[in-house]
């Protein structure tokens, strides 16, 4: 299973404008600071040194929707995301339980937004 505690992105819609290179968006969505504001628990365990599945992008296309939760125009942009990515190890078979929650607090020199995630997902391995 593969699951992000807690990632950031930054693009040349959303954020800022003026963002064109591929080394600015990266500078943008870079948050080193993710041990305390990152948590996450595989059936009630928690997850130790989560930096170690720290994981920065290359540059990707994206097109944002009509009506997008950012705001952002639509249509297509390049964007780097950077944060967590824990895979996990197959799972024995019966029920489990993955809580994965995190915060990234707004930088007003990138633009960029608070946000929270808090997510439960209940699985059932056969």
């Not at 040349?12 to 990152?38: F, H, P, R, Y």
């Not at 040194?49 to 994206?62: D, E, G, R, V």
């Not at 607090?105 to 990138?110: H, I, R």
């Amino acid at each position: 299973m593969l699951f992000g505690p807690i990632n950031s992105e930054c693009s040349t819609a959303a954020e800022d404008s003026t963002l064109k290179t591929e080394a600015q968006l990266k500078s943008c969505a870079v948050n080193d600071d993710v041990e305390g504001i990152a948590q996450a628990t595989v059936d009630g365990v928690p997850l130790q040194s989560l930096n170690s599945y720290k994981i920065h992008s290359l540059l990707f296309n994206f097109t944002f929707p009509q009506d997008n939760i950012f705001g952002a125009r639509p249509g297509p942009t390049q964007v780097v995301s950077d944060g967590l990515w824990v895979f996990l190890q197959p799972l024995s078979a019966g029920n489990h339980i993955i809580h994965p929650r995190g915060v990234v607090l707004a930088n007003p020199t990138t633009g960029t937004q608070s946000f929270a995630m808090d997510a439960t997902y209940h699985l059932v391995v056969k």
